[in-house]
């Protein structure tokens, strides 16, 4: 059976509760925009516009949140690094893969000199695979962030170009579209 038919009866073979996974009630709106592959974390399946007026939507957050997504419509600007910031430092997704960014090797706590007032006097470091690096991974400013990850991603997106720890590739929840891609051989 040809992997397109196979893909249709595999979503047909679904139970209505299960299907919503699939978050294909309604079309989000624009242009299909095939990804480099199913398992494509970055690469927007809808875009619209042309030039400089493109934008694409996030297919993280258009998710339900049964699949880790926010279930909302996202729009962002693809000529102007709205939607690649976004999907770097939202969702730690490497452009360059397609896969979320490898995580520290290890962690340790490192006393600061000489904090301000409001600094913090110890900070929370990363260690990383491929430079080798201790890395701070969170603020100096003792406050709470949105993003908790940001400021390890910021050091992965310009230091990992593409490498991944070994064996670090079990980032996808095992659900049924999972299955479905895997009876595939995708």
Same mark, same amino acid.
């Given at each position: 059976?040809?992997?397109?038919?196979?893909?249709?009866?595999?979503?047909?073979?679904?139970?209505?509760?299960?299907?919503?996974?699939?978050?294909?009630?309604?079309?989000?709106?624009?242009?299909?925009?095939?990804?480099?592959?199913?398992?494509? @974390?970055?690469?927007? +399946?809808?875009?619209?516009?042309? =030039? !400089?007026?493109?934008?694409?939507?996030?297919?993280?957050? #258009? $998710? &339900?949140?049964?699949?880790?997504?926010?279930?909302?419509?996202?729009?962002?600007?693809?000529?102007?690094?709205?939607?690649?910031?976004?999907?770097?430092?939202?969702?730690?997704?490497?452009?360059?893969?397609?896969?979320?960014?490898?995580?520290?090797?290890?962690?340790?706590?490192?006393?600061?000199?000489?904090? @301000?007032?409001?600094? +913090?006097?110890?900070?929370?470091? =990363? !260690?990383?695979?491929?430079?080798?690096?201790?890395?701070? #991974? $969170? &603020?100096?400013?003792?406050?709470?962030?949105?993003?908790?990850?940001?400021?390890?991603?910021?050091?992965?997106?310009?230091?990992?170009?593409?490498?991944?720890?070994?064996?670090?590739?079990?980032?996808?929840?095992?659900?049924?579209?999972?299955?479905?891609?895997?009876?595939?051989?995708?």
């Amino acid at each position: 059976m040809p992997r397109g038919k196979l893909f249709l009866a595999c979503y047909l073979a679904l139970t209505v509760r299960r299907a919503s996974l699939f978050n294909r009630s309604k079309h989000p709106g624009g242009v299909c925009n095939s990804p480099r592959d199913p398992r494509d @974390l970055y690469t927007p +399946r809808f875009v619209k516009g042309k =030039g !400089r007026s493109k934008i694409g939507l996030c297919p993280i957050c #258009i $998710e &339900s949140s049964l699949r880790g997504g926010r279930g909302q419509k996202l729009w962002l600007s693809t000529k102007f690094s709205a939607f690649n910031y976004h999907m770097q430092f939202a969702h730690g997704v490497s452009a360059m893969t397609g896969r979320p960014f490898s995580p520290p090797l290890s962690y340790r706590t490192s006393s600061r000199r000489h904090p @301000l007032k409001l600094e +913090r006097s110890e900070i929370l470091e =990363g !260690r990383c695979h491929k430079c080798k690096k201790w890395v701070a #991974i $969170e &603020s100096i400013k003792d406050c709470e962030v949105k993003v908790k990850e940001l400021f390890w991603w910021k050091h992965a997106a310009t230091c990992h170009q593409g490498s991944q720890v070994p064996g670090d590739d079990d980032f996808y929840e095992p659900d049924d579209v999972y299955r479905c891609l895997e009876e595939l051989g995708l």
